[in-house]
């Protein structure tokens, strides 16, 4: 459920989290999912499908968003702009910018966007889940973007192994070691709220993560 506090803001949940007052309605659970797969896809993936217009940094009118949606989706005729707002603003994991009337997503993109006016990374160290078989792969040849334009790494052990069981039960995490790939001259971008950006790895900067570390994090499903 999606609320609006009129004293703290915008929250998920039936009350909010600070005075834990019930808020202002403003999605159900069903309608929150609905319209995050569908903004997922617009600003991921296809605009053009939705007649979005957006620029190189993966920006579009907010307003332009709205229309598109309410007219190519039943069920949308109620959606305004504190709707998208409140959607973004709670995103648990920081898929969305808000910025003069434009949103844009900050990654995940399988279209050409130009990351670089995102922050840049302040941490030093940087995690990616593989699989045994993908492992000496890359560790040898590097990380290149596959499925989406960017290598996508995580902050922590933690949120890589998170990442990695999508795919896999038991993900190895390689680390890369940001400190010395910055130093070379490697920009990478803080882009969510654990998810980091850059164009690729190159394997001197890879290694493996002792597999009792990872074990730490692993959660085996009984």
Known sequence: MLHECEEH??????????????????????ELSSLSRIMAGALRHFPEKLGLMMDG????DISSLIEAIGTSRSGFNWLRVHHIEALAETDPRGRYQIDGGMIRATYGHTIDVDPSDLPLAEID??????????????????????DRKKV????????????????TEDPLILKIDGKKAKKDGLNIYHAGTDVYL????????????DEKEIKKFLKKDK
Request: charged share 30%.
């Open 57 to 60: 940094k993966g920006w579009v």
């Open 198 to 209: 850059t164009d690729e790895i190159d394997p001197k900067y890879i290694s493996k993560v």
């Open 152 to 167: 996508h790494l995580s902050g922590s052990i933690e949120k890589a192994v998170e990442a990695g069981r999508v795919r």
């Open 125 to 146: 160290e940087f995690f990616y889940p593989v699989t045994e078989e993908e492992a000496d792969i890359v560790v040898e040849g590097g990380l290149h973007p596959t």
């Open 9 to 30: 803001g915008y929250y998920r949940g039936e009350t909010c989290p600070i005075c834990n007052n019930n808020g202002k309605f403003l999605m159900n659970e069903r």
